[in-house]
Structure formats: C-alpha cells, structure tokens
C-alpha cells in the first residue's frame, strides 16, 4: 500500500513487458524508487525487510536484456549503491544472487567501445561494497571472464583517478583468492601497481592507499613476489617508505606507511625476497626509521611491522655464536681440531650458517589450488615462527636448587610439612601418638609466648 510497494509493482510490470518503448518508464520509476530510498531510512528498511520484494525486482531490472542499458540500467545500480550497500543490507544483496548478475552486467558494459565510464564508476563501487560479503566473489569473477575488465581499465586509463579507484577496490577484492593473484600476476599488475605508488607524492592519497593494500595482496602470492624480486621493486619500496618518512612529518600518512610495510611484510616471505631485502640494507633502513618512530604513540603499528620483517630477515645461526653478530659467546670447553664446530668457529662474520630452505621446493604454482576453490590465501594467515605456541613450553619449570636429600635435614623445624603430627610426653621425653579429644569443641588455642 506504500508509495515504494507501487513503484515496486510498475517496475515489476515494465520488466515483464520487456517491450522497448517502456524503456523511459523504466527510468522514470527507478529515479523516483531512488529518491524515496535516498531520502528516507523507512524506504531502505522496508526494501530489505523480511518477506519483501524489492531486492528481487531491482536485480531483474538489471538483468533485462530488451532495454537500453544505458538508460535505466545505472540508475538502477545507482540505487543500490546509494540506498542498499552498507553492512548487513550487503549481505541481502549477495544472498539474492546479485554478485552474478553485476559481474554479467560489467562483462556486457565492457564490449562497448568505449565503455560508459559512469557506469562502469558505479559498477565497480558496488563490487567493490558487496565483494567482501562473498567469499566466492573471486571465483565467479574468473568464471564469468570478469578478471580482467579492471585491470585492462586501469592500464587504459591511468590518469583518470576518478575511475581506477573504484578499480583498484575490485582488484584488492579479487587479489585475495591465491589463484587469482596468479593470473593477475601473469597479466602484468605488479608492475602497474608500482607505476601507481611511485615516485612519491601527495596527491591522491587515497588511491595510493588502496593501490598498496592491493599490492600487498597480490604479493602473498610467491609468484608474484618472485616477480617483485626479479624486477628489483624491494628496492624501490624501501626508498618510498624512507621518501614518506622523511616528508610526513606530522604524521597524517601512517596508513600509508603501514602499507608500504605490508608489501615488504609480503614479499620477504621467500627467501629471494629476505635475501633482496638484505642486500638493500633493509634492516639498516628499517632500524633507523623505527628509532625515530620510538617516542610517538600513534606510530607504535609500524614499529611493530618493522620489527615482524626484521627478526623475520635477520640471518639465523646455530648456538654457540662465535662471531660479532652476537652479544654472548659461548665458548665451548674442549674444541676439536676438525669437524663440523670447528668450521663453524672459522666461519667469517657475515655468513650465516644456518642454510635457509624455506621454499626451495616451492617452484610449483599455487594453481594447484584450483581443484579446492579455497579462496582463503593460505599464505594470508602466515605465522611468526619466532613466536612460541606451545603453551607447555611457555609455562615456567620448578625446580629446586638443590637436592631432595641435602633438604631432608630441615625436617625437624618444619615437621608439619612432613605430616607426622606426634605429641611429646613431657616427663618420658618420648612422642606418643595424637588422640583429639571427642569433647573438644570449637577452635584450638595456642598459647602465646609468656602465658602458661
């Protein structure tokens, strides 16, 4: 009976129809269902409630072929992203099946030439709004030949900020299913990641942050890290985290700081990368700039960061440590003159002897990971070997300083310990056993010094 409930059912009408001359209906009742939910919060309540249509109607209206797509299509997209996209009005979105019909919206949009930017503006910030919400949103985007609009949309229009955001969104969505950082990675979009991020400047921080979180993704693929490696791009994100060091100086840019960081978090989960990072004095890098970050709070997340990549990079070596590299030495008693601790001891100090083989056997694609589908990134939840889990281990051991019969001689002033509890005859000067009295009642008193 409501006003929306009517726009609802003309809508409804006009997509059965599907008769080309409805197309400025179509328009004219989607604009007006748009102002009613833009303007009023009973309006978004109301088209999400339980038992309501209008979801269903709306995703129709997108996936009606006769009409122009041009002239109703994005003011239906519109709608959803201004009145239907936030929190759990997200999840009705994807439950009604309207991730798939967005990706077949964009794959259609995309055979123009050129495709209508504003439409392509509004399709991929409603991806990117109700990505999150699907954990299938990365295989259907493969499956659907939806992966690369985005990429061939921001290699096409680099300078045009307004569109490649929204794009680069998508992509940082996408990139979190392993498989498809591996193809993205294969098509190029590291290197335009890096076009993006470099060389510094402050225009357009926003579309710097989302382009480094995306690069952070995409470089949890080995693939891609290797590539990052190979190109020489961990030396050139160490110089953009020391170019934003020096020059936010009040500290407004942590976040893309931190972003900065994730990526070299990333890429130094190979060894090619650790060593990379070595050989670009990295922990030098990061040691002076994490020193000047010490005394301000609001900086304690990348100090942290900092601290994760550099015990993570920092040469291991066995124990005893004979070299500079360690503050104690622990000298052995007796050093033969051969074998395996001597060599260790006539080793120079900047080799390390523990042989990292972390992923030598890792040349094998994580395509592999197709046949599962899993879109959980398994390299996403990477765990901190310097950090002990065990928590038997952690529990902290008793033992005594000396043995248990050198303590047997203390018996006899702590007898309640040893619980042989006897009563000694005053006159005989000899123990006999301990009967309670069965009249006794109430608490035991013992008697004070100086009272009889």
């Known amino acids: ?47 999400t409630s339980k038992g309501s249509t209008g979801i269903e109607v709306i995703l129709s209206t997108l996936e009606v072929k006769p009409f122009n ?18 929190g759990r009005r997200a999840s009705v979105l994807v439950a009604k099946g309207g991730t798939q019909i967005l990706l077949q919206l964009l794959l259609t949009a995309s055979k123009d030439s050129p495709p209508n930017e504003e439409l392509m503006v ?43 955001l929204p794009c ?19 098509n190029g979009v590291v290197e335009l990641m890096f076009k993006i991020i470099g060389p510094f400047t402050k225009k357009n921080t926003s579309l710097m942050k989302v382009a480094l979180d995306t690069l952070a993704a995409l470089l949890k693929s080995k693939s ?55 050989d670009a004095n990295g922990m030098k890098i ?17 100090v942290n960061t900092s601290s994760l990549i550099m015990r993570k990079c920092f040469p291991k070596n066995r ?11 622990f000298q052995l008693p007796v050093i033969p003159a051969s074998g395996p601790v001597a060599q260790l001891y006539n080793l120079p100090p900047d080799v390390d002897d523990v042989v990292d083989e972390s992923d030598d056997n890792d040349d ?41 019969e050198e303590l047997k001689m203390y018996e006899q002033f702590f007898p309640e310990l040893s619980e042989n509890f006897q009563e000694y005859d005053l006159v005989s000067k000899e123990p006999k056993p301990f009967v309670p009295d069965a009249n006794l009642s109430g608490p035991i008193v013992v008697p004070t010094a100086g009272e009889e």
């Open 1 to 47: 009976s409501s006003r929306t409930m009517s726009l609802l059912s003309q809508l409804e009408k006009i997509n059965l129809d599907s008769v080309l001359g409805e197309a400025d209906n179509a328009r004219y009742v989607t604009s007006k269902i748009l102002h009613l939910v833009q303007s009023q919060e009973k309006t978004r309540k109301e088209m």
């Open 364 to 404: 094998v694609e994580t395509e592999s990971e197709l046949e599962t589908e899993n879109d959980d990134d398994k390299d996403q939840h990477f765990k901190n070997d310097d950090i002990e889990t065990d928590i038997n281990k952690l529990k902290p051991r008793h033992e005594l300083g000396r043995p248990i």
């Open 224 to 278: 891609n890290a290797r590539r990052a490696v190979d190109r020489g791009y961990v030396q050139v994100l160490l110089t953009i985290y020391v170019d934003w060091h020096r020059h936010d100086s009040r500290h407004r840019y942590m976040l893309i700081r931190k972003g900065v960081l994730q990526c070299i978090k990333s890429v130094t989960n190979i060894k090619l990368g650790r060593k990379a990072f070595i």
């Open 168 to 186: 680069l969104q998508v992509l940082r969505v996408y990139s979190t299913n392993s498989v498809n950082a591996v193809s993205l990675g294969k």
């Open 122 to 164: 509004l399709l991929h910030t409603l991806l990117a709004k109700i990505g999150p919400k699907d954990k299938k949103i990365g295989m259907k985007a493969r499956i659907n030949g939806a992966l690369n609009i985005s990429l061939n949309l921001v290699k096409q229009n680099l300078q045009n900020h307004k569109l490649i």
């Open 69 to 86: 797509l041009y002239s109703y299509g994005y003011i239906a997209s519109s709608h959803f992203i201004t009145g239907l996209c936030g």
């Open 286 to 302: 990061l040691y002076n700039t994490s020193q000047e970050c010490l005394a301000v709070r609001t900086l304690d997340p990348l």
């Open 319 to 329: 124990l005893p440590l004979p070299t500079i590299k360690s503050a104690f030495h």
